[in-house]
């Protein structure tokens, strides 16, 4: 697992397959809980397959996020991975990128707009 705080108000996380994908979710969830200025990119790189609970740790965060007027950004997730996302109708629920550059580079213009 990889949570970096990339900068003031951007955490960057380089997920695990499961099973600790969960795990990790879990951990940012508790990080922004209480650090409520910070925007999330995800990296899933490494994730193959999505488990049912971790789609609901994902939602959770992104709730969090939500509340607190922040952002979460998914990059790298390879086609079979958000195929999970479109059959079960999330695709339009998450922010999908191509990279971290991508992502990175999205929540700094989204904060200079501000």
């Known amino acids: 697992m990889g949570i970096q705080n ?45 488990t049912s609970s971790s789609i609901a740790k994902l939602l959770k965060l992104r709730k969090v996020l939500f509340d607190n007027q922040r952002k979460l950004v998914l990059c790298c997730v390879r086609p079979a991975t958000k195929n999970i996302f479109y059959v079960t109708g999330l695709d339009t629920v998450f922010s999908f990128v191509q990279d971290q550059f991508i992502a990175l580079a999205s929540l700094q213009m989204a904060a200079a707009e501000m």
């Open 6 to 50: 990339w900068s003031e108000n951007v955490i960057l996380v380089n997920l695990a397959a499961e099973p600790d994908l969960g795990e990790e979710i879990q951990s940012v969830c508790e990080i922004v809980s209480k650090r409520t200025d910070q925007d999330v990119v995800m990296d899933f790189s490494d994730v193959e397959i999505l």
